[in-house]
């Protein structure tokens, strides 16, 4: 490259000569520029090497390469200009600036077209073996997909073209291929393609979008599959290995979620952090998600044997450099939790173990107050008494105006961290949302259960609705919202709109290839102990105050009497207290006024499925 490099600055400033005295060259400007011709060569070659021309694949050759060519052939020209200026010979002076000229185009232009030739020569073919696809949006996604797969899978699916709603990019091209119409038109598309796969490569649509793609797509018989939403992809990058089934998530879609990487770092790195429930969903995908922010150790504390084992090893693979610490104890042991506060003295705390089964909870009521109210005492308590940083309880929506035993023991557990804040040196928060998708409480895995035994699927009331979030979605929010705690708050998510769970079964359903209420039946079955058809947020007296991000509130701070909650303590002391069902619909009833229970013949005979 320097021989080649060497030859083509000498014959940019040839070239400049015959431009300049339009093809007959004086001869002492021939002979005065021979004179320094060695030393412009150096300064050239100097210049690109300086400015690391010769450490590029250029098979790879962009913009910034480019422009890395214009800097360094500047930087030249204008030692160029200096030695013309002082040699015994004067160059004109229109000399370097036509040798600039010239030096980009042939020093740039050898690069380029070097590039063009390899990309030629290299330039993938579609295989008769190869799937055709169908590309939904052309947009950066989209291009990216398409850049993929003809580079790296062009012999498994070759992209036919695209499609896309933007009336600006009808009959446009992206890499050579065609946008070939609208998404009204994939049924065309598809038949008169031959296409196979369909896949939509729009990362930040909303439900409502993706809800109406898939169904227009499922009228066709090409596979569906899906890029990824943004906020599953942590690193910001689409790749092909991403690319995957369309899942019930992707209906539910909204805008992507912003944290504030800097703020979170800020808190968690470096720093001993402690989850309960770890090995639950929303507990796993803590560890998970707090592991990318380096902590010092990360203290992983569930009651699940089999599950604190599976997270372990996933922990000690995924994140080998954090330190990683699992305990096997029981929240409601109070003396065990104690222990395991003194040894590692967390500088945050993230309590997510509780029972959430609502009809199971209404059965035994008295193990929800034990591990919902008195396992999360104990937690507080001791976080408070080793001077815990920040604790952040995981919370419900069922926890406002509760008709359930459970959204009524996770309301008292709210209250005591609410009363402990005031009392100690802890920043207690709490964060409420409603349901997540995937999780083991979540109605998405009996449905797919239901729908694999054939039918039939069943939804409690045609007219239940609920809020949904997915996991990595909820625990984000839930992790900048201990960033944010500053002691006492009740934080309350932004969950988007309600989804009638019906709506979920028949979305659940197609993507199963089915058809609802055809192959596959939907039955009404009641609503179950404890239920409501639609759960809140926030109480009627609370209200909401924003915050710096916009999806997450804080609910307004009802008051909370400290001598009721210290005579509601004091029960909790008692061993005996919580022995049967009755005296734990009691307490409850005492404590949180909106809780009316079920009658208790009504609660243990009724179907928990």
Known sequence: MLLG????????????????????????????????????????????????????????????????????????????????????????????????????????????????????????????????????????????????????????????????????????????????????????????????????????????????????CKATPAKLKIVPAVYDLIDGKVTVSQIREVELEDLLGREPVSIDMEEIAGYLGDQVVMVTGAAGSIGSELCRQICRFHPGRLVAVDFSENGLFELEMELKESFPQVPLSVELADIREKRRIERLMEEYRPAVVFHAAAHKHVPLMEIHPEEAVKNNIIGTRNVAEAAARVGVKTFVLISTDKAVNPTSVMGATKRVAEMIIQHLDRVSDTRFAAVRFGNVLGSRGSVIPVFKRQIEKGGPVTVTHPDMVRYFMTVSEAVQLVIQAGAMARGGEVFVLDMGKPVKIVDLARDLIRLSGFEPDKDIKIEFTGIRPGEKLFEELLTAEEGVTATRHRKIYIAKNNCIDTETIEMMLGELNRDDKFSNADSARDFLSRFVPSYRPYHKHVAATRSFG
């Open 5 to 216: 490099d060497a030859a083509l600055v000498n014959l940019a400033y040839y070239c400049a000569l015959l431009l300049r005295f339009e093809g007959s060259i004086p001869s002492k400007y021939l002979y005065g520029y021979l004179d320094v011709a060695l030393v412009v060569t150096a300064v050239s070659l100097g210049s690109l090497y300086v400015h690391d021309l010769y450490n590029r694949i250029w098979k790879y050759a962009s913009t910034d390469d480019l422009l890395a060519i214009i800097r360094a052939v500047t930087v030249s020209t204008v030692g160029v200009a200096v030695i013309g200026y002082f040699s015994p010979s004067p160059l004109p002076r229109s000399i370097p600036i036509l040798g600039w000229m010239f030096n980009i185009l042939f020093i740039g232009g050898s690069r380029f077209v070097w590039r063009l030739l390899v990309d030629r020569l290299s330039e993938p073919r579609q295989t008769v073996r190869a799937r055709k696809a169908l590309i939904v949006g052309a947009g950066d996604a989209g291009a990216t997909v398409a850049r993929e797969l003809r580079h790296h899978r062009a012999a498994e699916i070759w992209p036919v073209g695209f499609v896309d709603d933007d009336p600006g990019k009808q009959k446009m091209q992206i890499f050579g291929l065609p946008i070939l119409g609208t998404r009204d038109d994939i049924p065309r598309l598809v038949q008169q393609h031959g296409i196979e796969e369909i896949i939509i490569a729009i990362p930040s649509a909303p439900g409502e979008v993706i809800r109406e793609i898939v169904s227009i």
